[in-house]
């Protein structure tokens, strides 16, 4: 099948959609909603102006190139942030303290399954939730699927710890920087706003995933050959990777990355922070970070630089999607996009729209499996079609967060899944039936969270 099917690269499918978003607003009806701004003193949709218009302008198939860097330079805050944090992950990564804390954290609590399937699945979920952490587990896969097959775990629950962690956490993100503030941005509203309903839904969350990977860990513990790898040789444990040792300068790089985090933290909920503290407080956390592992002026600005490279991909993606959202309001069928979609969904109230977002995110989240462009390609629809059926737009990115975090665990178009995957072995096939109970269990309990958010006035 792969040889008949291959899935496009992101940019390609983006600049696809950017094609389909251009041919619309040369066969689509022009119009606009009126807008006001609200006590927040964000401008929203007001609901029941829609109207067509009768002049309109048609734009040239050149736009589709001119609008690229118009996006780019659209979006920059949102673009050199992901760059500055990219390049402090990757001097603290450089350290060596976060795989020494992943590794004492495993080694620690190794011999006991049930608290090595807890506490690694938090483990993971919490850097996710901070950090947005999700390629650097790669090369812990090996590790933990050696400490697993030692306790007679197979190598699909060593997957399930660090999938389902990280997938969790990007769920239910506290202050992920890369799709929560991005999303947040978008719709206008207060980076890191809403932490408390997301930290008390972070916990059934976890347990939900817990039991699932547990559940299955059971089994296989009892019955080796009710293993899902059972006899695939490509699966099985390898011998176990060395964990590097926790040092005192270790040590301080994470107390002061953990300081960091809390001034994050602080400085949104107290001084109204936005891109520009937080991406200066990253830029400080690097230049600490390097100072204290001796790392030198040269060699942390290289590593920064790296770091930041890395996340090219990224910062292109943002702006092709952002792209796609300007060809749409420059040929003024936006706004028309946005009436046929919130109209349905207004007939069905708005817990079941808030429900509604959650499957249609989930969706295009196969297409679409960076959380930062998927942001710019669905939070400029979700948001105003939120203001038009009563729902909140902390709740529109709720939808957004839960419909990339948790579909991110199944998509074969995440390539985080497929390195993991393909480095322990396991069949797509099979994972697929290790997780899609789980998808429909965290859907489910996604749609109840956000009912209830809807219920509350999340906001």
Partial sequence: MSRFFKVPNTLVLLFGIMIFALILTWIIPAGEFQTEINEAGRSVVMPGTYSVNEDRTYLSPLSLFTVIPRALGDASGIIFFVLIIGGALAVIRETGAIDALLGRIIHSIGHLPSLLIFFGMFAFAAASATLGMAEEYIPFAIILVGVCSALRMDTVTAIGIMVVGYGIGYGVALINPFTLFVAQGVAELQPGSGMEYRAIIAVPFLLVGFHHVWSYSRKVRARPESSLVYGISSAQAPQESTIPEMTGTHIAVLIATGIALTGLVLGIALADWYLVELGAMFVGLAIITGLIAGMGADNTAVVFSKGAAELTGTALLIGFARSIALLLE??????????????????????????????????????????????????????PIGDLVGVTRQVSVLAFQFGDGFMNMIVPTNPVLMGIL???????DRWFRFIMPLILKLFVAGSLALIVAVWIGYN
């Fill in 330 to 383: 420059d040929g003024e069928v936006l706004h028309t996009i946005v009436n046929a979609l919130a109209t349905p969904l207004s007939y069905a109230g708005a817990e079941f729209a808030a429900v509604g977002m959650l499957f249609i995110q989930s969706i295009l989240n196969f297409f679409i499996p960076s959380g930062s462009g998927q942001a710019f390609v669905t939070m400029p629809l979700m948001a």
């Fill in 422 to 428: 393909g480095l322990a072995g396991i069949p797509y």
